[in-house]
């Protein structure tokens, strides 16, 4: 992937760039939302995070001022399935970035599954108790983050999008389970708050523009529960008659789930002077009907 601007401005990496939010992020960066800033896109054909060597090595010869962080091991899944890897995924190598970045801006992207659901409704000062492997690597790097003074830490939900792989956003896993035939399970009594990551990319490079720091909450404006959510999504696809099968928490067999990790997002409004779009009347306007 290129990289963007005049070669005279400071240096913003955006890890995870082949990511359904890295990807955006870039696109967003072409299109003209990060003036002043250079942008490297990094995917793991460029360095591999997890090699501090590489990393060291890569550092030396850019000098980043700005990194914006998205790679992770981001399925509860294979998390729980293998919590070491996740630690090095999530934690070491986001340490590993802060430690080179020294006196530069920090942007590290977290997670609602911080949270352990029971309330709904968080806001940022409310206490983290993840209830999963991935959740706990994600508060886990959030205190490191936390600790370095000029880094921003976005906790976001469910991201819609199509990603380069075509396989990377939680709308993608649904349409290409309708595509094979299967039907797609939803919890009617598990809450999220969905943002379309087009958007998660220009509030993220609004809120590096004007300077923002600490922990902030960037998601929709609605609290929808998985049913919604997805039966929303299957009207945009009425040619490969989409099932969608609702569900209970107490039906589920797997890592632990939160039921309700809605966020509230009032502190990002201020910040910006306007509310978030909601995901509902968003989605009717900009996602064609599949036909």
Aim: proline share 8%; glycine share 8%.
């Amino acid at each position: 992937m290129p990289t963007s601007h005049s070669n005279d401005l400071p240096l913003a990496w955006i890890t995870g760039a082949s990511g359904l939010i890295g990807h955006e992020l870039v696109q967003a960066a072409e299109a003209g939302a990060a003036p002043g800033w250079r942008v490297r896109a990094l995917t793991r054909q460029v360095v591999d995070l997890a090699n501090a060597h590489d990393v060291d090595q890569l550092f030396e010869r850019e000098r980043p001022e700005l990194i914006i962080h998205c790679a992770a091991l981001s399925r509860t899944g294979a998390c729980q399935a293998d919590p070491a890897q996740a630690f090095r995924q999530n934690v070491e190598v986001t340490c590993r970035l802060i430690d080179r970045l020294s006196t530069g801006r920090f942007v590290f992207f977290s997670s609602d599954l911080v949270f352990d659901g029971l309330q709904g409704g968080y806001v940022e000062t409310d206490k983290p108790h993840p209830v999963n492997v991935y959740g706990h690597t994600k508060w886990e790097a959030e205190k490191a983050v936390s600790r370095y003074p000029n880094s921003l830490v976005i906790r976001t939900s469910l991201n819609y999008g199509h990603s380069l792989t075509g396989d990377r956003s939680f709308n993608e896993e649904m349409v290409n389970g309708w595509k094979a035939g299967r039907p797609v399970p939803a919890f009617v009594d598990e809450y999220r708050c969905p943002i379309a990551a087009s958007e998660t990319a220009l509030w993220t490079w609004e809120l590096i523009h004007t300077g923002h720091h600490g922990v902030v909450h960037l998601a929709g404006p609605e609290r929808l529960s998985r049913w919604q959510i997805a039966t929303e999504i299957a009207r945009h696809y009425p040619a490969i008659r989409p099932q969608v099968v609702p569900v209970t928490l107490a039906d589920h067999v797997g890592p632990p789930r939160a039921p309700d990790v809605s966020l509230n997002c009032e502190r990002l409004a201020g910040w910006l002077g306007r509310p978030l779009p909601p995901f509902r009347p968003w989605l009717a306007g900009n996602e064609p009907i599949h036909t």
